[in-house]
Every structure is written in C-alpha cells, then in structure tokens.
C-alpha cells in the first residue's frame, strides 16, 4: 500500500510499504478514506520530539471503512464507516474502566521508552513516534485498530466523512478543555489559539454553557472563524501592547473565570520572552516556547482554571508561584476520546456541531508532503488539510 513516511527531519515522503494484518483476535483493517494533518505532527517532523525511526508511517486523525476483522471482534463489521480516537485504549485496564482511556494500561507495548521520562507510561498513539508505541499512523491506504470494538465508533447514517474526521482529535481534545473548565451559567473562558483544538474549545465552551469566549491569536483568518463558528470575541495578540490588559478591561477587571491553552510548544508571540524562548528552542536547550501558557497563567482570575491541552515536552520559567499564589486549578490531559465520542456524535447528529469547516485544503495521500508544508507554514489560509482517499 501507500503510505506517507517519515524519513528524518523536514524529510516525508509517501513510499510504498506492506499492508497491515490482522495480528490479534480483537483487530480490525480499515480502509482509510479521510486523514487529516494535526499541529502535534510538527514536534517531530522538526526532530523537537524524539523517537522516530525512518519509514515511520505518521498521522492520527481519520476515518475509515473497516475491511477486515479478526475472530473476537464483535461490535463492528467490514463495511462500517468508523471513527477512531487518536490514543489506542484496551477498555478494560483501571484507567480505561476510569475514562482516563489516553493513559491505557495496556496498549502501550515499548513502556521502557517512556517511564524514564514520565515515571509510567501512557497509552499508545497512531503514527506518533517510538516513545508513544511506535504504531503505524493513518496517512496511508489501510491501517491496523487494535481493540476494535473499543476504540471504532460507528458514523451515523447520512453523515460525511468531513463532519467526523475530527473526532477522531481535535473536537474531543478541545471539549475535554472545555468541560475541564466545570463552567457555570455566566461565566467567561478564554482561549489561547484558534488551531482545531483551539476553535473546537471555543465550541464546546459554548455548548457547555460559557457566558463568553474570548479567543487569542495572531492570524485574521482563524479569528474570523472563531467569531463565526464560536461566537468568540477575539484579539490579535499582535495588534495589542498587552493580552493580560485587555483581557482585564473586557472582564470588568477580574478576569477570565477560565483560561484554555491550545496551542503548546509551537507557540509564537512577541517580545523579549519570546526572544529567548525562541532561541534556547533553536539550540534545543529546551523543547518549548510557552509564551501562550505563561500569560493564560497571568491572565486567569484568581482562583480559576487552567486547561492545558498544548502538547508539551520541559518547559523552563514556568510560573508555578503565580498559580500558588493566585489559587488556580491545572486540569491536562492527552485526549479522552473514547469518552468523549459518542457525545460529539450526537452533537453533530443534531445539527450542533460541524466541524468540517477546518477542513481548508483537500488533497491525495500522493501529494501529502506538499500538504505538510503548507499546513506548517499557514500558507494560503491553510487551517487543516485533509487527505482524502
Ligand atoms: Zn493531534
Ligand atoms: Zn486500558
């Protein structure tokens, strides 16, 4: 089959490599006909995270039809259009049966990579490095689910592929930052980056309740659909002396009651701090610019929350004694999926929630690098492509 490869740094090519199998009773194939790009992807085609080997397959979030399954799997069949979480869960280990699926016991089969950095491992990923299991990621033709009937969700008749695609990632990670935030009727969140997961936050806020959302970003473009699809207030961080200052005024003074951060260690921003970051990330000194994350820290009100789903590696200035101090709640987490899925689906069902809109480009599994280069450099308005089989 084809499939999209990593080859070493800024190097993806789509090369043709075995088909999976079936290698347990509880596997599925699917045929992938959706998969799209996702920021965390860049981590590694940078080489910021570590953990790829050449001829990895990359890509996480995807539909598909499924065409094969092995002999346990009951609950779906060849021919079913599905849906599946980015991280893989068993469904049966103490933290599945807790809805903490991406921390699954069970699926992450290299732990030794991990546990020395994390102190024990969490579940594995699709096509996102040694260190998160090494599995074979969805830019390709097929692909290899284990636990099926755990982690395929069926796609309700009459819905696109388009209008499910980010389910798979970016809408369950954002609602889970959103209903991190416990909001109440009347309340205000804020939300640092209008990528998918951003803009998906911003929804799932609104459909949690939030009073007001406030989004944060640098591109009119995103912005835009941040006040279209969200029903956001926005402000270009590049356009004001200070985010902590024009947060204040529009909140009375007091602040927003939640801040989102969604858009982790590839965060741009101005200034001296930025300055810094920037360069000490260069010289991989540290892995993060965590311009986003240390004025949602700020900015907060006191005694309020904090919801971290930027992905992170070591971060230094972090500024613990302004969390101490002013109170603030840290909720993170990698993505829940499996518990947040079926809810996304009745949202969409029922008219609530389309994500399709982050879908820009379209293009072939065969020009998927150019995708990559657009898609990382923002280029022609360039929010999501999705390549479509
Ligand atoms: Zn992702
Ligand atoms: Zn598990």
């Given at each position: 089959m084809r499939a999209l490869c990593w080859n070493g740094v800024n190097d993806l090519r789509v090369e043709t490599v075995p088909d999976p199998k079936i290698?347990?009773?509880?596997d599925a194939i699917l045929r992938i006909t959706m998969s799209t790009t996702c920021g965390s992807d860049l981590h590694f085609i940078d080489g910021y995270i570590p953990g790829m080997r050449e001829g990895d397959v990359i890509g996480h979030e995807f539909v598909g039809e499924v065409v094969d399954v092995g002999r346990?799997?009951?609950r779906v069949k060849p021919g079913d259009r599905v849906v599946v979480p980015s991280f893989i869960s068993c469904g049966n280990c103490w933290f599945c049966r807790n809805q903490l699926f991406s921390l699954c016991d069970n699926t992450h089969p290299k732990p030794e990579l991990q546990e020395p950095l994390l102190g024990y491992h969490t579940g594995g990923v699709y096509g996102y490095t040694h260190l998160f299991g090494g599995y074979a990621g969805s830019h390709a033709q097929y692909m290899r689910i284990p636990h099926a009937d755990v982690d395929c969700f069926p796609i309700p008749e009459g819905i696109r592929d388009e209008q499910v695609l980010f389910l798979s990632d970016a809408a369950p990670t954002g609602f889970m930052a959103a209903d991190f935030c416990n909001i109440k009727p009347g309340e205000t969140v804020a939300v640092w980056g209008c990528g998918g997961v951003g803009l998906m936050a911003q929804i799932g806020a609104r459909l949690m309740g939030a009073a007001r959302v406030i989004a944060i970003d640098r591109l009119p473009e995103r912005l835009a659909m941040a006040r279209l699809h969200a029903g956001a207030e926005t402000?270009?961080?590049?356009?004001?002396?200070s985010v902590l200052e024009v947060l204040k005024e529009m909140t009375g003074g007091r602040g927003p009651d939640a801040c989102i951060e969604a858009v982790g260690m590839e965060a741009d921003g101005t200034g001296i701090q930025y300055a810094y970051d920037r360069a000490k990330q260069a010289l991989r000194?540290?892995?993060?610019?965590?311009q986003a994350l240390r004025e949602a820290i700020m900015a907060c009100r006191k005694g309020g929350i904090l919801s971290m789903v930027g992905v992170y590696g070591l971060m230094d200035k972090f500024p613990l004694g302004v969390m101490m101090n002013k109170g603030l709640t840290l909720r993170t987490a990698q993505q829940h999926g499996q518990k947040y899925v079926p809810r996304l689906l009745e949202h969409v069902v029922r008219g609530?929630?389309?994500?399709?809109?982050?879908?820009?480009h379209r293009m072939s599994l065969e020009d998927s690098p150019r995708g990559y280069e657009m898609f990382k450099h923002k280029?022609?308005?360039?929010?999501r492509v999705a390549f479509v089989q």
């Open positions: 290698v347990n009773p509880h346990d799997v009951t402000i270009d961080y590049t356009q004001v002396d000194l540290h892995t993060d610019r965590g609530e929630l389309d994500p399709s809109f982050l879908v820009t280029t022609d308005g360039c929010v």
